[in-house]
């Protein structure tokens, strides 16, 4: 397996605040809006209120707790970013989309607030329904000096997402698509300096197809789901890696187990969980020890809960 070189973090880990998440607001799954609860899914509050066809998704808490960035995803239209307060009010656009850009994509804010990392994919749309790219841009946490930092290496891969900081801010964790028989069917976990030197492969391609990682607030271990880009028939499943692509483990097997972060202070995970089996067969957030013991359900819904975010007490 591709390694990388060995990382070393001091980063502090602070202790465990509410949880933001995506919540579709209908059976058909087409509007759906952020919401925070506490880590025990109690206090529920609905944060964003989408038209109508609009989907509000990805939230990611600031490093202090105070603020919550999404992706607006309208119907129709073309994605952005934008930020609110930890209650809902204050809301901001940060991006623009126009020119050749189709979308925005997933946004990570640096350890320091500082800077947000974010994909953008471009135009034309491939007959197989792809952007012909997307890549990394960076830009400072007010929207401005937005700055391309990645791009795939055509015609082996066509897109760069899900972008996560390390916790010292010295590195970027993403996942490469790599393309096969002019589809995207296959993906692995990529970590890149923040100056863009140095990227290294942390997955092998093939079976795991790693996507939707997260560092680990103490810097020694990735997070991720197998088959990250839900290809048809795929049961994905829960596993931990070391940054230079060693020590792999996988933590859950049972039915289907995707969309996995820390807690702020890296002894609990989120995630999302679907019953295959059972009688009710909608997808709720649980949580677990970082081990993979100790499963427990946070919230109950007749929709949809994706995509949850762990924040830091503000």
Known sequence: MPTVGPTQHTTSIGP??????????????TRAAIFSANADGSAVRQLTHPDPGDQDANPDWSPNGSNILF?????PGKSEIFVMNADGT???????????????????????????VYSVAENPIRSDGNATDEALWIMHA??????????????????????????DGKQI???????????????????????GTGLK????????????????????????????????????QLYTIFPDGTHLVQLTAN?????????????????VHRSTTGQDQNVHLYEMNADGSGLLQVTRNPFWQLQPAWGPLP
């Open 255 to 271: 039915e289907r187990n995707s969309w996995p972060t820390w807690s702020p202070d890296g002894t609990k995970i989120i995630f």
């Open 173 to 195: 964790l993403f996942v490469r698509n790599h393309q096969m028989h002019d589809a995207y069917d296959d993906q692995a976990l990529f970590v890149i300096n923040r100056d």
């Open 16 to 29: 465990n605040g509410r949880i933001a998440w995506q919540g579709f607001l209908d059976s058909d799954q």
């Open 201 to 236: 492969q942390v997955t092998a391609w093939g079976e795991l197809k790693a996507g939707l990682a997260h560092w680990s607030p103490d810097g020694t271990r990735i997070l991720f789901q197998s088959f990250g880009s839900f290809p048809d028939g795929s049961t994905p």
């Open 90 to 116: 204050g809301l901001r656009q940060l991006t623009h989309c126009t020119g050749v850009c189709n979308g925005i994509g997933v946004g990570s804010w640096s350890p320091d607030s500082s800077q947000i």
């Open 142 to 167: 007010d929207g401005s000096h937005p700055v391309q930092f990645t791009q795939p290496p055509h015609p082996t891969s066509i897109a760069d997402n899900f972008p996560a900081w390390s916790p």
């Open 71 to 75: 992706t607006l995803v309208p119907a």
